[in-house]
T-cell receptor, first 113, second 114 residues
Framework: DSGVTQTPKHLITATGQRVTLRCSPRSGDLSVYWYQQSLDQGLQFLIHYYNGEERAKGNILERFSAQQFPDLHSELNLSSLELGDSALYFC????????????FGNGTRLTVT | AQSVTQLGSHVSVSEGALVLLRCNYSSSVPPYLFWYVQYPNQGLQLLLKYTTGATLVKGINGFEAEFKKSETSFHLTKPSAHMSDAAEYFCAVRTQGGSEKLVFGKGTKLTVNP
């Protein structure tokens, strides 16, 4: 158990809809990262938050947004969903040090029909 | 920008045989290197990491990796494969000034044959 909790585990929704994925980091970790995993693109970095502030953006679509709350949990919002957004979405957390590993949750599997 | 190349998207070995999964990185600054394993329908689990110091790093489940700066490599090995090692393995790099994110290779799926 990594200590990172993601909900829900599975999400099935229709095109055009909006969903929210939730992540609770490990106790004490201030950094939260979101990744998307798909068969064709592999593991793609989406966004990084540190102690409530956005630190870096990766290949994140404008239809996607995220935030980290004062209690350090994070939410990833996906809107105007398309079939191609179907993927596994992972949250990871870490301490601040650059040489520390990321600890991953078990992911949310999103299926857009 | 840093990047990772994993040679071989699929590797198949017999139970008891040597496992060798290849990883090469590209980075203009000293890298921090990691191997993760992903079992079906699960998240990524850290196998081992190289930060500084000893270049031969031991991880969980009998895996180890050697950092070779001259070859920009960080190959993962295990002397004797078990059926339970069947999974997908990801090499990743993290560097200072790289927005602190982990950059992953495309993964190598390991099959272990009885």
């Amino acid at each position: 158990d990594s200590g990172v909790t993601q909900t829900p585990k599975h999400l099935i929704t229709a095109t055009g809809q909006r969903v929210t994925l939730r992540c609770s980091p490990r106790s004490g970790d201030l950094s939260v990262y979101w990744y998307q995993q798909s068969l064709d693109q592999g593991l793609q970095f989406l966004i990084h938050y540190y102690n409530g502030e956005e630190r870096a953006k990766g290949n994140i679509l404008e239809r996607f947004s995220a935030q980290q709350f004062p209690d350090l949990h994070s939410e990833l919002n996906l809107s105007s969903l398309e079939l191609g957004d179907s993927a596994l979405y992972f949250c990871a957390s870490s301490v601040a040090w650059i040489n520390s590993p990321l600890h991953f949750g078990n992911g949310t599997r999103l299926t857009v029909t | 920008a840093q990047s990772v190349t994993q040679l071989g998207s699929h590797v198949s070995v017999s139970e008891g045989a040597l496992v060798l999964l290849r990883c090469n990185y590209s980075s203009s600054v000293p890298p921090y290197l990691f191997w993760y394993v992903q079992y079906p329908n699960q998240g990524l689990q850290l196998l081992l990491k190289y930060t500084t110091g000893a270049t031969l790093v031991k991880g969980i489940n009998g895996f180890e990796a050697e950092f070779k700066k001259s070859e920009t490599s960080f190959h993962l090995t295990k002397p004797s494969a078990h059926m339970s090692d069947a999974a997908e393995y990801f090499c990743a790099v993290r560097t200072q000034g790289g927005s602190e994110k982990l950059v992953f290779g495309k993964g190598t799926k390991l099959t272990v044959n009885p």
